[in-house]
């Protein structure tokens, strides 16, 4: 069975994005690029991807609209289900981009097996992330922190988890960011 991780950035204040879903806070931190860098090991590990819909449809507004061959390599090259309600303008030719809807529990089994052997990684979406926790489909969290703080926005992740769930396993420097390491239980 595969293992599902949670990584994602952070403001020192805890969201995700600021209240109009942007992520321009994350641009700006100095050595930003070299922090992603950093994800090369951890990026070689994925054999699935999983976001929310508000994830994608960031994605595709500021990645995909005008220039959708920007898929990235790295999605193209992996199974990605976008759990969704809603229409979603779909990456023409994104042969491994499949919309979902339902329950995690009902869509395990197929998201696991697109994995393989190797890690899901729950790209976006706190609320997404806690569905994972309560369907027992959680094993780890990574938060890279900036150094920023935006006073309002997406929570990192809004559902309550107490301390008996979460272990703290590595922090780490990277750049400007602080990267806690938590498995979940």
């Not at 981009?97 to 393989?116: C, M």
């Amino acid at each position: 069975m595969s293992r599902v991780l949670f990584h994602t950035a952070v403001t020192l204040d805890g969201f995700l994005a600021d209240p109009d879903d942007s992520l321009d806070w994350l641009f700006s931190v100095p050595g930003s690029v070299e922090a992603e860098a950093d994800l090369t090991p951890f990026l070689d590990g994925v054999g699935a991807v999983v976001m929310g819909s508000t994830t994608y449809d960031w994605l595709w507004r500021h990645e995909l609209r005008d220039a959708p061959e920007r898929w990235p390599e790295f999605y193209a090259e992996r199974p990605v289900f976008v759990f969704t309600g809603r229409e979603l303008p779909r990456v023409p030719d994104a042969d491994t981009l499949r919309f979902v809807s339902g329950e995690v529990s009902g869509l395990w089994p197929e998201i696991d097996a697109a994995a393989g052997d190797r890690d899901v990684w729950i790209v976006g979406g706190g609320d997404l992330v806690g569905q994972f926790a309560d369907a027992g489909h959680l094993d780890q969290v990574r938060v890279s922190v900036a150094p920023v703080t935006l006073g309002a926005g997406r929570p990192l992740l809004p559902r309550r988890f107490g301390s008996e769930r979460l272990t703290l396993e590595s922090v780490r420097q990277s750049g400007q960011f602080a990267e806690l390491t938590y498995s979940f239980r």
